[in-house]
């Protein structure tokens, strides 16, 4: 529904590997990492996609995008999610902010229409009128079924803090990355660089939280370990999901590992409803791989509440992609 806004353990995953990189062999070791307080957030994804390093022109900043309506919140269900359009009807450009249940980042993202290459990751930055910038990771993904090309990153909830008085926002791809071969940056695609003029954000950023407040209510998520507000916690057999054969080729290649924390916000029935990641791994074919892998093969007996019933509810893991030689 639209409405206008006014005790975790970790896991590993290892690929052991020998000789050549193209040929490898390997074995699994799921590895305990201790306890996780943060949580989720960022984006939900169906495959995995494969990161391909940036490079951009130096540029002056382009002229602020003007809003052509007003700020819309989904108080959905299993996310908090507001919109903004900076188009026109036709040519829709959507400004978009993803809010965690628990944890301290928050997703931004940039929407437009037209397919514009394969995914790709580059270091990026994000500033709020003329303040220091902030560092990124940007991701970029064509989304086959809405017809538009996606731009997400996560920024800390104390990155994004000046962006309650800030007038601007610009999200800009860094001008020193690299190329890869044959990529569409090669071929002369342009890179991401947005500015965005700001109103309202405050009471955005006020009403996202009243959100992420009732989701916590809804999943049953504790304030601390003394007031449970389940009887039960879900139970899961990570080792099902994850093994050694799921190691990104691209990652592979590229010597590529990262650790990936995430949250998993279950139903009655023990059903991946929303799998999100907290922190990013700065790699981005192993943070697709992480979630996709959950959405297919995850299994889950429900958590059970303080009046006997199924209840929803979320757990929080970490993922840690590793490579042994």
């Known amino acids: 529904m639209w409405r206008l806004a006014g005790n975790n353990d970790g896991l590993g995953v290892t690929k052991v590997r020998k000789n050549c990189w193209s040929a490898p062999s390997f074995d699994v ?33 382009p002229a602020p995008r003007q809003p052509a309506d007003k700020w819309v919140v989904s108080f959905a269900d299993d996310q908090c999610f507001a919109i903004r359009n900076y188009g026109t009807d ?13 944890g301290d980042v928050m997703q ?22 003329a303040q220091p910038q902030v560092a990124a990771t940007l991701f970029e993904f064509d989304d086959s079924k809405l017809g538009q090309h996606v731009v997400l990153t996560n920024v800390t909830l104390v990155n994004l803090a000046p962006i309650r008085q800030a007038r601007t926002m610009r999200i800009k791809a860094r001008d ?20 965005f003029s700001l109103g309202q954000m405050d009471a955005l950023l ?14 049953r998520v504790a304030k601390d370990a003394e007031h449970p507000l389940l009887r039960r916690e879900p139970d899961g057999n990570f080792l099902e999901i994850f093994n050694g054969d799921d190691y990104p080729d691209v990652a592979l290649s590229k010597d590529q590992t990262g650790q990936v924390r995430f949250v998993l916000l279950l139903d009655e029935k023990g059903k991946v409803v929303d799998c999100t990641v907290v922190q990013t791994s700065g790699v981005a074919s192993l943070d697709a791989q992480t979630c996709a892998l959950i959405n297919l093969r995850g299994r889950f007996q429900p958590a059970i509440g303080l009046d006997g019933k ?12 590793m490579l042994e030689y």
């Open 29 to 61: 070791r799921i590895a305990v990492l201790g306890k996780i307080h943060g949580a989720c957030m960022i984006w939900r994804l169906s495959a995995m996609f494969i990161p391909v390093l940036l490079s951009a022109a130096a540029s002056a900043a």
């Open 90 to 102: 036709s040519n829709p450009i959507y400004l978009t902010f993803k809010a965690p249940a628990i």
């Open 108 to 129: 931004l993202g940039v929407m437009k229409k037209g397919k514009l290459g394969p995914p790709a990751q580059t270091a990026g930055y994000i500033s709020f009128d």
């Open 176 to 195: 020193d990355g690299t190329r890869e071969p044959g990529s569409w940056l090669n071929n002369g695609a342009l890179l991401t660089d947005e500015s």
């Open 206 to 219: 006020n009403a996202l939280k009243d959100c992420t407040d009732n989701l916590r209510t809804v999943f």
């Open 310 to 321: 199924p209840s929803k509810s979320a757990i929080s893991r970490v993922v840690n992609w």
